[in-house]
């Protein structure tokens, strides 16, 4: 059973940059075909997603992020991790953190998610 677990501040000012991880267990993020994402959910709004990191090191941005995003990751310990840059309000948000198969749509494991407030 593949696991993730979301880990980073709870509470950012604006004008910060912050950093979310997921921890992933049961199958390395090395093995492929999949795509290690991140997903977020601003209060009363849908999900949107903002990135992968695919099995291969390579990464893709959703242009709506593309300029103040980057997805990086540390195999050794299994865990891949999000930065995003000159946050506002606006990105006040539930960030999860899920697996996406190269063979069939959408997101097969989710992370549980993690609370992001941006406020000074």
């Known amino acids: 059973q593949v696991q993730l677990q979301e880990s980073g501040p709870g509470l950012v000012k604006p004008s910060q940059t912050f950093s979310l991880t997921c921890t992933v267990s049961?199958?390395?993020?090395?093995?492929?075909?999949?795509?290690w994402s991140w997903i977020r959910q601003p209060p009363g709004k849908g999900l949107e997603w903002i990135g992968y990191?695919?099995?291969?090191?390579?990464?893709y941005f959703s242009p709506s992020f593309e300029n103040r995003t980057s997805i990086s990751w540390d195999t050794s310990d299994n865990e891949f991790s999000l930065q995003l840059t000159s946050v506002t309000p606006e990105d006040t948000a539930v960030y999860y953190c899920?697996?996406?198969?190269?063979?069939?749509?959408?997101?097969?494991?989710w992370g549980q998610g993690t609370q992001v407030t941006v406020s000074s």
């Open positions: 899920a697996r996406a198969s190269g063979v069939s749509p959408g997101w097969d494991y």
């Open positions: 990191i695919a099995w291969i090191g390579n990464t």
């Open positions: 049961g199958d390395s993020i090395t093995t492929g075909p999949y795509y």
